[in-house]
């Protein structure tokens, strides 16, 4: 029945994890305290409800998923299971898992029964999980003997691979642990397979992680996680050049990152992030229904000049909903410089200029602002546009609803394209979905997509739908998000990712 | 007795007023939940989870029913029991606002006997335009210039406000300068209430025929000025004192401290009904506690009420 065998692909990793086991003994034993700020308090590190890059953050040094993102290249390789195989027609996907991984606070041994009882439970409507919908394709789950799984799906879906990466419903939990704990407490007492257990949290103020000496690649270098919560920029970037934290990820604001980058003793990452912020624009509503409309938006934009002057030159200019850090990115799709008078030209051609519009977005950082040069830049092209920036709530419930008829937003994700793509353009995610666009016209290339494994042909219909989506306009790209982030001379060994998130196993402390 | 039924009549409106305007939000916890992620059949199952289905009556019957056993729910957001979480973030902003307060009183109180006494002097005039300024500078800018110059420029205090163990020294070290910007705003309402309080005092009757009797004036400030005047006095500390515990929220925004205020922030700002409703009553219990004390307060200044 197994006609493929992708476990070359990766690297016979089994062995080399074999060996990694064993070197743990020769590690130096896990020494100091890393701060890391956080911008918000988090509330729940259950990964089938868990949402915000804070709580993303703390779960992804606790917990393991099947496979993984590699931190700096983005490629998916082995975690828990050190390699799969898909069979013929690929409706079975056969993990075989890493012998000999425990779970944190003596809750024995992971073994294929918690894989089965971690994905049985995110599409367990009881547990109204957020991201059930990620894995409707899973018919069902078997676990014929304690290192295999094996997950049948109801259709081909090559994109079940990313679903089951080590981030949110793809980080496994422990039957046990959830068992004894319950569901009610689980949210804020997680046990994971990961570098880093999870030790205390004291709510408006800190969470702390304890080192895993038994990870299975062998213990942490750093003893103690400590992720502090500093909500403003400026007082985390005093605290950082005060050495009061170590770490300062997902920066926003270009002043803090200008100043930042020019102080003593603290070095800076860059790298695109895994989203664009857009303005979906409602094709349901008059006049955006009309495409000559959508293109004078487009046109209308002085993009290069938002980039310049409000975000002084931190951000990257945004060619479609994906960004550099997806193998699936082309800018090879329908372009729109700023030419205002083709615009007014689409706009009179339409019979809709001086038309008024709202522009929607949340009342936070950057949406907030980044309307007002874009209301800046339409009304000097004749459309009247009005802002209209409402608290989160207010704003969900409204987005929701799904008849308004724009709204800046962006969609933070793992780098999967589906991601962005089907979230923000897939019928599916209409409202109260985020297809307040309510596009529907890559339906037939995404049902191509499900139909195709081989990678070439798959890359082919990504172009493809990108390209679509650039020439319909449900959605203009106004900037690629870069992320920041920024930390003190004792850090040594982080690696960046291109979520809005970081990753601690590989950092240590100078002494 | 009269108290008593007093309280539970005022608990028991604050509890029907929190639940209804809460609800007078846009946006529900099920949309603020799932975010990006909703779908119509999450949406809907997760409100009948939380039981957001039900007529308003109904769950307003089945909270008050929960609320009398103590039990005012669990965190929609973290599931852990509401009040815990609110009575968590209690001790910080305890010791926040008592040690604002002691700084403002120690620095207010006299500074407004003094400029009483001097009334029109050069002193009086530009204390009384420093405590203007006081309270004209809202609080997070005297905290993010305090943060710039005290912990940034000179590094006299950390900049962060709360401490990182369970050390009381290094507590106290992070708590200073938050404490210190909070007292400073407030000693100027108090500077300003004692001055007016002291001058009405002074010009008393009884105050001119101790002076005409030749009574010392360190006598007749302290012991038969101040004790008339501190009735009002006593009153505007107590005020301040339950104010700061709730609002001191802007401090703890610019030093990134915990406390009541932004516990209850973070759940209007999540539709955390549960958490807001938690966090209201606790707040409004303190105010009462410190009311009743400051009543308390009041017989011992002034043996005439003992009387009444």
């Known amino acids: 029945m197994i006609a493929r065998r992708d476990v070359a692909r990766l690297l016979g990793l089994g062995a080399a994890a074999a060996a990694l086991g064993t070197s743990s003994a020769?590690?130096?034993?896990?020494?100091?305290?890393?701060?890391?700020r956080i911008a918000s308090d988090i509330g729940n590190l259950d990964p089938a409800r868990i949402f915000q890059i804070e709580n993303q953050t703390v779960a992804g040094n606790i917990y393991n998923g099947l496979v993984k993102y590699d931190q700096a290249t983005n490629k998916i390789v082995p975690d828990l299971a050190t390699g799969y195989e898909i069979s013929e027609g690929g409706k079975v996907y056969t993990f075989t898992l890493r012998p000999g991984v425990t779970w944190h606070k003596n809750y024995g041994e992971f073994t294929a029964d918690d894989v089965r009882f971690s994905i049985e439970r995110v599409k367990n409507p009881a547990t109204n999980s957020a991201y059930s919908g990620q894995l409707t394709s899973i018919q069902s789950v078997e676990a014929p003997d304690k290192l295999t799984v094996r997950i049948m799906l109801s259709r081909p879906d090559p994109g079940i691979l990313q679903k089951l990466t080590a981030f949110n419903q793809g980080w496994m939990v422990s039957r046990r642990a959830l068992e004894a704990i319950g569901e009610q407490r689980y949210p804020l007492q997680p046990v994971g397979t990961g570098p880093f257990s999870f030790e205390r949290w004291t709510p408006g103020s800190e969470v702390r992680l304890r080192a895993n000496p038994t990870?299975?690649?062998?213990?942490?270098?750093?003893?103690?996680?400590v992720f502090r919560l500093i909500r403003d920029e400026t007082a985390a970037a005093i605290a950082l050049q005060n050495g009061e934290i170590d770490v300062f990820y997902a920066l926003q604001q270009p002043e803090v990152i200008t100043q930042l980058k020019a102080a003593k003793g603290i070095t800076i990452l860059q790298r695109a992030a895994n989203h664009t912020n857009n303005l979906v624009l409602n094709m349901t509503v008059k006049p955006l229904d009309d495409i000559r409309v959508r293109q004078a938006i487009a046109y209308g934009i002085n993009r290069q000049a938002?980039?310049?002057?409000?975000?002084?030159?931190?951000?990257?200019?945004?060619?479609?909903v994906l960004t550099p850090s997806f193998p699936e990115y082309t800018e090879d799709v329908p372009k729109y410089p700023?030419?205002?008078?083709?615009?007014?030209?689409?706009?009179?051609?339409?019979?809709?200029?001086?038309?008024?519009?709202?522009?929607?977005?949340?009342?936070?950082?950057?949406?907030?602002?980044?309307?007002?040069?874009?209301?800046?830049?339409?009304?000097?092209?004749?459309i009247k546009a009005n802002i209209k920036i409402l608290e989160r709530g207010a704003y969900l419930q409204?987005?929701?609803?799904?008849?308004?008829?724009?709204?800046?937003?962006?969609?933070?994700?793992?780098?999967?394209?589906?991601?962005?793509?089907?979230?923000?353009?897939?019928?599916?995610?209409?409202?109260?979905?985020?297809?307040?666009?309510?596009?529907?016209?890559?339906?037939?290339?995404?049902?191509?997509?499900?139909?195709t494994q081989a990678a070439d042909a798959r890359l082919a219909i990504y172009h493809e739908i990108l390209a679509k989506t650039m020439t319909d306009l449900p959605a203009i790209p106004i900037y690629a998000e870069n992320l920041f982030l920024a930390h003190g001379p004792n850090v040594e060994g982080l690696v960046q990712n291109s979520l809005f998130t970081v990753q601690l196993y590989s950092t240590s402390l100078k002494a | 007795m009269q108290t008593l039924v007093q309280l539970i009549v005022m608990v028991f409106g604050i509890c029907t007023l929190v639940f209804f305007l809460i609800r007078l939000i846009p946006g529900d916890p099920a949309t603020a939940m799932l975010g990006d992620y909703a779908t119509p059949q999450a949406i809907a199952a997760l409100r009948a989870d939380l039981g957001l289905d039900q007529p308003l009556l109904v769950q307003y019957g089945r909270f008050l029913g929960h609320a009398v056993t103590g039990d005012l729910g669990a965190s929609v957001v973290t599931g852990q029991p509401a009040l815990d979480?609110?009575?968590?973030?209690?001790?910080?902003?305890?010791?926040?606002?008592?040690?604002g307060l002691a700084i403002a009183v120690l620095l207010g109180v006299p500074l407004g006997i003094v400029t009483a006494r001097r009334a029109g002097s050069w002193t009086d005039t530009l204390v009384m335009i420093g405590g203007l300024?006081?309270?004209?500078?809202?609080?997070?800018w005297l905290g993010l210039v305090s943060v710039l110059l005290l912990a940034h420029e000179i590094h006299l205090f950390p900049a962060l406000g709360a401490a990182s163990s369970d050390d009381l020294l290094d507590q106290l070290q992070h708590l200073a300068l938050p404490a210190l910007v909070l007292g400073v705003s407030t000693a100027a309402y108090i500077a300003r209430l004692t001055r007016s309080a002291m001058l009405e005092a002074l010009m008393q009757e009884h105050i001119r025929v101790a002076r005409a009797m030749g009574v010392p004036e360190r006598r007749v400030v302290y012991h038969l000025a101040l004790r008339n005047a501190m009735i009002p006095i006593l009153a505007i500390i107590g005020v301040t004192f339950a104010l700061s515990l709730g609002s001191a929220i802007l401090v703890e925004a610019v030093f990134s401290r915990p406390g009541l205020g932004s516990t209850i922030l973070k759940g209007i700002l999540a539709r955390d009904y549960q958490l807001v409703q938690a966090g209201?009553?606790?707040?409004?219990?303190?105010?009462?506690?410190?009311?009743?004390?400051?009543?308390?307060?009041?017989?011992?200044?002034?043996?005439?009420?003992?009387?009444?």
């Open chain 1, 26 to 36: 020769a590690r130096a034993a896990p020494t100091g305290t890393m701060r890391v």
């Open chain 1, 215 to 225: 990870y299975f690649e062998g213990a942490p270098k750093v003893d103690t996680l």
């Open chain 1, 306 to 320: 938002i980039l310049d002057g409000f975000f002084k030159g931190t951000r990257a200019f945004g060619y479609s």
């Open chain 1, 338 to 382: 700023y030419d205002p008078d083709k615009a007014k030209a689409l706009l009179k051609a339409a019979g809709a200029d001086g038309f008024s519009l709202d522009l929607y977005g949340v009342a936070a950082n950057p949406y907030d602002k980044l309307t007002v040069p874009i209301a800046s830049d339409l009304n000097g092209v004749g």
């Open chain 1, 398 to 451: 409204a987005r929701s609803k799904g008849d308004i008829p724009t709204c800046v937003t962006g969609v933070v994700g793992p780098p999967d394209p589906d991601s962005p793509l089907i979230t923000l353009f897939a019928k599916q995610s209409f409202p109260p979905g985020l297809n307040t666009a309510h596009y529907t016209g890559i339906e037939d290339l995404l049902a191509k997509l499900g139909d």
């Open chain 2, 85 to 99: 979480q609110i009575l968590d973030s209690l001790p910080a902003s305890a010791a926040l606002a008592l040690s």
């Open chain 2, 133 to 140: 300024l006081g309270i004209s500078f809202p609080v997070f």
């Open chain 2, 280 to 308: 209201v009553l606790v707040l409004a219990l303190a105010v009462v506690v410190v009311n009743s004390l400051i009543d308390v307060a009041y017989l011992a200044v002034d043996p005439r009420l003992r009387r009444a």
